[in-house]
């Protein structure tokens, strides 16, 4: 059966769970886990620094580190994670009819997204635009110099739709070549089909490393035609689950804020006397209680995966194979967006 | 059982087989209707319940998103069910011309395996194990694959008179709409009308008295002529829209896309291979006693073939070729695959911009399934067209 078949079947079987299951669904997802032993995470197919499975069939990258936090906070243990790759058209419909509880997978959280779709944008894990990338020799310095080209894009992504709205705009009559498969598009734009590949900025530095014989004769423009701000979501009618992922996010950003790093959290929670880390790690006032958690999971969480800044380095910053600079990313005192809600 | 009475005759009642064959059938069809009914009704109530919006309401929506080609022009301002009406000709598109193609190549590949000239059997042979016996999303992605990486880049695309090939396709002349033009169209439809009042005159003659004449050359000349003169009449109009090379794309004049000569390409000899057994086991089906009548009558091979093989083939060969039409047309959803904007790569698109996935799959399948009926009716007309006639 092949992979495009796969995909039909997969979306009409959600269809199918859509039209059968069970319609009493919310406040049950932290209870299903915790029988189950296991969280079952969307994440993306195949997209190195965000979610790529290695050699090894282990997964990792900054969506699936999301996923494992979560794990290690309300299971106690970052590997009980079942990772479900998902293409863009699959994505929400898997989450929708509770094939996974949780979807980490570069997603765009939009108006529409968060209203329409019975789903819940969670916090911001990457702030990312739309971007372009294009072959060098083509000298193409700026996206306003696409009159008339033609540019490969995938489909299911919000990308397609500011593609069109930046065209108009600008009034350049870009022409779009639309595949299922981003595999399918990469290969189209690095065939010479199209005179640049258009996704999210961060996708491009990805796809560019993987897709690539040569990745220094691609140039990805500087311009950014969108705001993408990217992040987990999750199903709505689940307050208490909304919660939880909301608020391990959030403690992975404060926790940089803070400096608990993963190789300090266990002397820090004997040695630390700021009431802010002691709320964090469980040894001052029971933050875990209020979520329907115990006292150590956010300290469980971070020594995981580390905060929120190790995750960013480790995955997808300037030290890792994709070299994307911290940027808007760093914590709103140093000059970037990310700023925690305290935890207290 | 055979000395009863037949049960048109025999007395209404409560047991009659009439009456229960009545009630199993009102039975089953209540519970079909139930079992829909239940599936409709809790998918709406599940997606209630989930916040999901549902309806079709977003049909007259602004669509918001650019199609690549299209044979009207569309503008992303435009609503959804312009854009999927798009997506639904783009299809009718590559399905008509496929079908089309995909009959003439196959019904040539199929009479060749009756040739007489060993090598021309072989190849006929050959094409017909080799292209079956691959699965067709493969001869796509070959085909876009040769398109794509084989061609050279748009900037020293290959010039062919006023042709132009590249990565981005087939560039070719198409002349402009001027009002002369009309004349020559309007000689065209008078040129049909003539050589069809021409066929009638010279069968009827051809049954009178015996005497042949052309029934193919001579209406095609026909139809030349007159469109010729409506031509010269309208003042020869001769803009011709030439496609020129700019600097990053060959403006200008008529253009196919890779991805619609890769589906075009894949799908016509994918399913010529079919169409070229179905041909041959129609040809195979006819005695040869006929053929040798017919060389005995002093017809030639050509006139054999198309005078007594072919019309009695083609009772046999109609109703597989239904099904290759609509496995063609069928097989066309796998544009996708390789970025042909098809009524499915539309509804794609739409689900995720509005989320309707329920909705939009049903378009999908309501377009196939009135395709195919469509299909399916008119190969059945034709089908009861060719059939023996018993009198």
Known sequence: MSRFTKQWLAAALAACGLMAAAPAMAGKTLDGIKSRGQLVCGVHTGLPGFSAADSNGKWGGLDVDVCRAVAAAVLGDPEKVKYVPLTAQQRF???????????SRNTTLTLTRDASLGLHGTVVTYYDGQGF??????????????????VCVQSGTTTEKNLTDYSKANNLNIKTVVFEKEEAATAAYFAGRCISYTTDASGLASIRNKGATTPADHVILSELVSKEPLGPM???GDDEWFAIVKWVIYGLIEAE??????AAVDQLKTSSQDPVVKRILGTGEDTGKLLGLDKDWMARALKATGHYGEIFERNVGPKSALGLPRGINNQWNKGGLMYAIPIR | MATRSPPSKSPWSWRSRAFRGLVYQLVAFAV??????????NTLHNMRVRGIQSGFDFLSQSAGFSI?????????????????????VNTLRVAVAGIFLATVLGTLVGVGRFSRNALVRGLCAAYVECFRNVPVLLHLLMWYLVLTEMLPSIQDAWKFGPFFLSKGGVNFPVPIWQAGQAWAAGGVVAGVVLAWLYRRWALKRFEATGIA????????????????LGWLAGGAPTLVDSPVKGEFAVENGGALTPEFLALLIGLTTYTASFIAEVVRSGIASVPAGQSEAAAALGLDRGLDIRLVMMPQALRVVIPPMTNQYLNLTKNSSLAVAIGYPDVVSIANTAMN?????????????????????LTSAFMNWYNARVAIKER
């Open chain 1, 93 to 103: 419909t898997a989450l929708q009819s509770g094939e996974i509880d949780l979807l």
């Open chain 1, 133 to 150: 990338i294009v072959h060098k020799k083509s000298n193409i310095k700026n996206p306003k110099q696409f009159k008339n080209q033609t």
């Open chain 1, 234 to 236: 999750v199903r709505r």
């Open chain 1, 257 to 262: 804020e803070y400096d608990i790093t993963q």
């Open chain 2, 32 to 41: 079909i209707a139930l079992v829909i009914w239940f599936l409709a009704s």
């Open chain 2, 68 to 88: 690549g080609e299209s044979l009207f022009a569309f503008d992303s301002a435009e609503s959804y069910w312009r854009a999927f009406l798009v997506g639904i």
């Open chain 2, 213 to 228: 004449a052309s029934m193919f050359w001579a209406p095609v000349a026909i139809v030349i002529a007159a469109g010729l």
């Open chain 2, 353 to 373: 911009q509005t989320g309707r996935a329920v909705e939009c799959i049903a378009i999908v399948m309501a377009v196939y399934l009135t395709l195919s009926l």
